[in-house]
């Protein structure tokens, strides 16, 4: 089992930046692949960004430019850095974990809301 803890999320208004941090913990392969989706209100959850354990990265073109995703394998900690925001990226946030174990079923926090508005 491997759990995870979110946090960062919050109001902010349009242009404004947010920081979400996610810790994994448990059973964690030193393989793995962790990431941030969003889903909103009436939609379905969709990939923002992921980060390999060897640092590869995969973005949505939606965020290209404006989130960056970090990771710091020693503490099993993903962070997205979130600048520029737009109304539209109101959402709940989610963090992910997958190895070979749980590929087809990644786990999931219990998600950070994030909200855009004056």
């Known amino acids: 089992q491997v759990q995870l803890v979110e946090s960062g999320g919050g109001l902010v208004q349009p242009g404004g930046s947010l920081r979400l941090s996610c810790a994994a913990s448990?059973?964690?392969?030193?393989?793995?692949?962790m990431g941030w989706y969003r889903q909103a209100p009436g939609k379905e959850r969709d990939m923002v960004s992921t980060?390999?354990?060897?640092?590869?990265?995969n973005y949505a073109d939606s965020v290209k430019g404006r989130f960056t995703i970090s990771r710091d394998n020693a503490k099993n900690t993903v962070y997205l850095q979130i600048t520029s925001l737009k109304p539209e990226d109101t959402a709940v946030y989610y963090c992910?974990?997958?190895?070979?174990?749980?590929?087809?079923?990644?786990?999931w926090g219990q998600g950070t809301q994030v909200t855009v508005s004056s």
């Open positions: 980060m390999t354990s060897d640092y590869r990265t």
């Open positions: 448990g059973s964690i392969f030193v393989i793995n692949t």
């Open positions: 992910s974990y997958s190895d070979f174990r749980s590929a087809r079923n990644p786990y």
